[in-house]
């Protein structure tokens, strides 16, 4: 097989195990959740986004992964994303800072992978997936989840929340 189809196949793959996974375990418990102890769960996992900064690490990833037209845009959306996750998670009590935070983030990471995707796809990323060395589990293993996480987060902030959490909001407001 090519290194094409490998990385295709591996990155296919790494969604279909991602959300096998959330459908039985992770799906259900963050449903369950409120939605804002569900939100604060998907910003801790994207709070780690600081690590696709080692795409731009010299000796990490090899000399001919394609800078200009990939990794410093994915390294540098990635390391904003962690951030936003971040100032979410911080400002957890001040609920319309959380909520700006939290759709901020989602967003940016979103439109990071989204572009991150068209980038490699530019610049030949899968015939040259040995360049990612060690780096190569960022977009098989740790970008699935991210995504679905997105997805989710935004999913949860559109459903209709649950009586009894509509109820408890507005006691709190007037409180």
Not at 4 to 23: K, M, P, Q, R, S
Not at 89 to 97: C, S, W
Request: glycine residues 6%; charged residues 10%; positive net charge.
């Amino acid at each position: 097989m090519s290194p094409n189809t490998i990385f295709n196949l591996h990155l296919i793959l790494g969604y279909v195990a991602w959300l096998l996974c959330f459908g039985v375990y992770i799906l259900p418990r963050l449903k369950s959740m409120d939605l804002v102890a569900a939100q604060r769960a998907i910003a801790t996992l994207h709070s780690f986004r600081f690590f696709g900064l080692v795409l731009i690490l010299p000796g990490v990833v090899g000399p001919n992964l394609p800078a200009a037209g990939f990794a410093t845009f994915a390294a540098y959306w990635d390391l904003a994303t962690g951030v936003l996750a971040m100032l979410a998670l911080l400002t957890v009590r001040i609920r319309p800072l959380f909520w700006l935070f939290v759709v901020t983030f989602n967003l940016v990471g979103t439109v990071d992978i989204i572009l991150d995707y068209y980038h490699a796809t530019q610049a030949g990323l899968p015939a040259l997936a040995g360049e990612l060395r060690v780096a190569y589990a960022i977009p098989i293993l740790y970008v699935p989840v991210l995504m679905i996480t997105h997805i989710l987060a935004f999913y949860l902030l559109v459903r209709p929340q649950p009586k009894v959490a509509l109820a408890l909001a507005s006691d709190a407001a007037a409180s």
